[in-house]
């Protein structure tokens, strides 16, 4: 019995009791959300030239940048799923590749590194915070990184957006478009026009804090001077999850998710969201231009979960074409329905087609509508040419998951983060919106799968001329590559493969941005624009606790500039 008297003080320090942390030890708690692919990585650095298999095409000059969720500290539940973030940045030219991660300075991660331990507490849960950060902004900026005139933001739905140095990663701070966007929460999918260069963004929950559980919307058109030039603020039909948008020349689509809010279950410490397998998925048609409350049109269907979105547009009748992945049940397992506990089972029963949804202008809210077409790619993360948002397309990419193909399961375990064992290339019917078209695969292996790819366009190609690059999981090394295909070619195989020497986290979303976009955005800002400024004042619902508190400060950090209480 040795071997169990060994183990028996490790087990004595397990700093975890009853799911919440005890003591101080640096300890992440021993469960699948820490283990595998999803181990803590909590790294920062740079890799100079890194080992190809392969070609990289010569013509890609530019970088990808993609964001992942990463604990710095253990957690004080042992069920978190409230990571901060790290971006990574694979700037690729001249047939070479170098790395670089770093660290989103929020406002969360500068209070944490300060104490030197978690401060905060559930999921999107204030109320399981430590008292000591009440009125520091939580959001961890862990969703997606965007390019905006000149700069990067990372942001999550649940805040405002942090900006950070396209080049050095550095972080700027709080963004809040120069003083025009003061809600609590801004999404973490805004969308660009091609054609005006125009921001389309929204934001849920910005009623009060960011926490309340309302139904509080608002969209904004930011155009390419960064001014500000439509605002509406709405309610939605019940308080869901808003986390991908579609646009079109003159419509925003808002896919409502009947995953729901409740202040009430907040406050008793739990769960922010809880599935409702009993309510309608909603998709709203909002105005870009000149739009009242009253002009925004709800339309219903029948229970699902919202993936992303693929593409918008407006076909010759004057209805709304919007194309995303709908899955047939709760995704988001972690967040089962109210009194019930997590099926973990639940995702590998799930389908997810591809559904399109004919929107028309002048239905009256609450028309009820089915998927005019649904494909069944069985996937997520999709993807297009973004020269093409706005517009009829042919092209989309997706990881689709394939149960027939083998998985080792005995080097590989179960495959964190989902089965996506495919990167897959869907072109549609251009001649008949009503049809689909061709499917173009690529298999991952036995022990691998993929993260969300990144189309890189052709300089001067035409729509889908370009390369595809993704993230690829090595299961049974724990390691990722960076894969590059053409972007039309798939089952041709790679054309080059990127060597990491070491294992990032599952991340979320990225976007490849051009070299000659950032080095124009360099002069610009070296010259008459000035520099990106960050926020340079609380925001409405911090200044209301530092009214009430009496005093103006609020506690932990504000903004990277040191707030105290």
């Given at each position: 019995m040795a071997h169990l008297e060994a183990l028996a003080p490790e087990i004595s320090l397990y700093p975890y009791s009853n799911g919440k942390r005890v003591g101080d030890r640096v300890k992440f708690p021993d469960t699948a959300a820490f283990s595998s692919m999803n181990k803590t990585a909590r790294f920062e650095g740079d890799i100079f030239n890194l080992e190809v298999t392969g070609e990289i095409p010569r013509d890609i000059n530019g970088t990808f940048y993609r964001v992942q969720p990463d604990h710095r500290f253990p957690p004080i539940f042992e069920d978190d799923i409230h990571f901060v973030s790290s971006v990574t940045a694979i700037r690729i030219a001249d047939g070479h590749a170098d790395f670089k991660q770093r660290y989103v300075r929020t406002d969360k991660f500068l209070a944490e590194e300060k104490a030197r331990k978690a401060l905060f507490?559930?999921?999107?849960?204030?109320?399981?915070?430590?008292?000591?950060?009440?009125?520091?902004?939580?959001?961890?900026?862990?969703?997606?990184?965007?390019?905006?005139?000149?700069?990067?933001l990372a942001s999550k739905e649940d805040g405002p957006p942090f900006a950070m140095d396209p080049v050095t990663l550095e972080t700027i701070g709080r963004y809040d478009f120069e003083g025009q966007i003061k809600t609590p929460t801004f999404t973490a999918h805004p969308k660009f026009d091609p054609d005006t260069g125009e921001m389309l963004c929204f934001a849920y929950e910005t009623g009060s804090n960011g926490s309340d559980c309302g139904a509080d919307v608002v969209t904004w058109t930011i155009n390419a001077d960064g001014i500000k030039t439509e605002e509406l603020s709405f309610t939605a039909p019940f308080s869901g999850m808003i986390h991908d948008c579609g646009v079109s020349k003159n419509y925003i689509v808002l896919p409502l998710t009947p995953?729901?809010?409740?202040?009430?279950?907040?406050?008793?410490?739990?769960?922010?969201?809880?599935?409702?397998?009993?309510?309608?998925?909603?998709?709203?048609?909002?105005?870009r231009r000149g739009g009242k409350p009253e002009d925004v049109i709800?339309?219903?269907?029948?229970?699902?979960?919202?993936?992303?979105?693929?593409?918008?547009?407006?076909?010759?009748?004057?209805?709304?074409?919007?194309?995303?992945?709908?899955?047939?049940?709760?995704?988001?397992?972690?967040?089962?329905?109210?009194?019930?506990?997590p099926d973990f089972n639940q995702r590998t029963r799930l389908s997810s087609p591809t559904c399109r949804w004919i929107l028309d202008p002048k239905a009256k809210s609450g028309t009820r509508i089915k998927p005019s077409l649904q494909w069944a790619t069985n996937g997520e993360f999709s993807r297009i040419d973004d020269r093409v948002v706005t517009k009829k397309y042919k092209h989309f990419w997706q990881?689709?998951?394939?149960?027939?193909?083998?998985?080792?399961?005995?080097?590989?375990?179960?495959?964190?983060?989902?089965?996506?064992?495919?990167?897959?290339?869907?072109?549609?019917?251009?001649?008949?919106?009503?049809?689909?078209?061709?499917?173009?695969v690529w298999f991952a292996g036995p022990t691998a799968t993929y993260q969300e790819p990144v189309f890189i366009p052709k300089d001067g190609g035409a729509e889908g001329e370009g390369y595809l690059a993704a993230l690829k999981n090595n299961l049974d090394e724990l390691r990722n590559d960076v894969v590059i295909w053409d972007a039309q070619k798939l089952a041709a195989g790679p054309l080059a493969t990127l060597h990491l020497p070491l294992r990032l986290r599952l991340g979320f979303h990225g976007n490849f941005v051009n070299h000659k976009d950032i080095e124009e955005w360099q002069q610009r800002r070296a010259g008459e624009l000035g520099p990106v400024k960050p926020a340079d004042e609380p925001l409405p619902w911090q200044m209301n606790i530092m009214s009430n508190n009496g005093n103006h400060k609020t506690n932990g950090e504000l903004n990277g500039h040191g707030a105290e209480s």
């Amino acid at each position: 019995m040795a071997h169990l008297e060994a183990l028996a003080p490790e087990i004595s320090l397990y700093p975890y009791s009853n799911g919440k942390r005890v003591g101080d030890r640096v300890k992440f708690p021993d469960t699948a959300a820490f283990s595998s692919m999803n181990k803590t990585a909590r790294f920062e650095g740079d890799i100079f030239n890194l080992e190809v298999t392969g070609e990289i095409p010569r013509d890609i000059n530019g970088t990808f940048y993609r964001v992942q969720p990463d604990h710095r500290f253990p957690p004080i539940f042992e069920d978190d799923i409230h990571f901060v973030s790290s971006v990574t940045a694979i700037r690729i030219a001249d047939g070479h590749a170098d790395f670089k991660q770093r660290y989103v300075r929020t406002d969360k991660f500068l209070a944490e590194e300060k104490a030197r331990k978690a401060l905060f507490g559930r999921y999107r849960n204030p109320y399981t915070d430590n008292e000591s950060v009440k009125g520091v902004i939580r959001t961890v900026s862990n969703t997606n990184v965007t390019f905006w005139r000149g700069m990067l933001l990372a942001s999550k739905e649940d805040g405002p957006p942090f900006a950070m140095d396209p080049v050095t990663l550095e972080t700027i701070g709080r963004y809040d478009f120069e003083g025009q966007i003061k809600t609590p929460t801004f999404t973490a999918h805004p969308k660009f026009d091609p054609d005006t260069g125009e921001m389309l963004c929204f934001a849920y929950e910005t009623g009060s804090n960011g926490s309340d559980c309302g139904a509080d919307v608002v969209t904004w058109t930011i155009n390419a001077d960064g001014i500000k030039t439509e605002e509406l603020s709405f309610t939605a039909p019940f308080s869901g999850m808003i986390h991908d948008c579609g646009v079109s020349k003159n419509y925003i689509v808002l896919p409502l998710t009947p995953i729901k809010m409740s202040l009430d279950r907040l406050k008793r410490g739990g769960n922010k969201f809880a599935w409702d397998p009993n309510e309608d998925q909603v998709y709203g048609l909002v105005p870009r231009r000149g739009g009242k409350p009253e002009d925004v049109i709800w339309f219903r269907a029948d229970n699902g979960f919202h993936g992303h979105v693929a593409g918008c547009y407006e076909n010759e009748e004057g209805n709304v074409i919007f194309d995303l992945t709908v899955a047939d049940g709760n995704v988001f397992f972690w967040f089962p329905p109210e009194g019930e506990s997590p099926d973990f089972n639940q995702r590998t029963r799930l389908s997810s087609p591809t559904c399109r949804w004919i929107l028309d202008p002048k239905a009256k809210s609450g028309t009820r509508i089915k998927p005019s077409l649904q494909w069944a790619t069985n996937g997520e993360f999709s993807r297009i040419d973004d020269r093409v948002v706005t517009k009829k397309y042919k092209h989309f990419w997706q990881l689709r998951v394939d149960p027939t193909q083998p998985y080792d399961f005995a080097k590989c375990g179960p495959p964190a983060g989902g089965l996506f064992n495919c990167m897959a290339h869907y072109t549609w019917d251009t001649e008949d919106e009503g049809k689909t078209g061709d499917e173009d695969v690529w298999f991952a292996g036995p022990t691998a799968t993929y993260q969300e790819p990144v189309f890189i366009p052709k300089d001067g190609g035409a729509e889908g001329e370009g390369y595809l690059a993704a993230l690829k999981n090595n299961l049974d090394e724990l390691r990722n590559d960076v894969v590059i295909w053409d972007a039309q070619k798939l089952a041709a195989g790679p054309l080059a493969t990127l060597h990491l020497p070491l294992r990032l986290r599952l991340g979320f979303h990225g976007n490849f941005v051009n070299h000659k976009d950032i080095e124009e955005w360099q002069q610009r800002r070296a010259g008459e624009l000035g520099p990106v400024k960050p926020a340079d004042e609380p925001l409405p619902w911090q200044m209301n606790i530092m009214s009430n508190n009496g005093n103006h400060k609020t506690n932990g950090e504000l903004n990277g500039h040191g707030a105290e209480s």
